[in-house]
């Protein structure tokens, strides 16, 4: 699965600790998911794209095999 988060945080000029900081979350955490080494809870996800205007399918892509 691929995200935008990167994108999309440097789109509202955030570092990953003020999003981890009003995710509530750790700055590590923001690296993992950025990175693609974790996938976030659902209730993570829906955070997430809430804080940036998108829905959920358009921050997390589902790559088809």
Same mark, same amino acid.
């Given at each position: 699965? %691929?995200?935008? &988060? %990167? ?15 009003k995710?509530? &979350?750790?700055?590590?955490? *923001?690296?993992? *998911?950025?990175?693609? %080494?974790?996938?976030?809870? &659902?209730?993570?996800? +829906? %955070?997430?794209?809430? +804080? ?8 997390? *892509? *589902?790559?088809?095999?």
């Amino acid at each position: 699965m %691929k995200n935008l &988060v %990167k994108v999309e945080r440097a789109r509202l000029d955030l570092t990953q600790a003020d999003l981890a900081e009003k995710l509530g &979350v750790s700055r590590q955490t *923001i690296h993992a *998911i950025e990175k693609n %080494k974790f996938n976030p809870s &659902v209730i993570l996800a +829906l %955070k997430m794209a809430k +804080l940036f205007s998108l829905t959920v399918e358009e921050l997390f *892509i *589902i790559e088809e095999e």
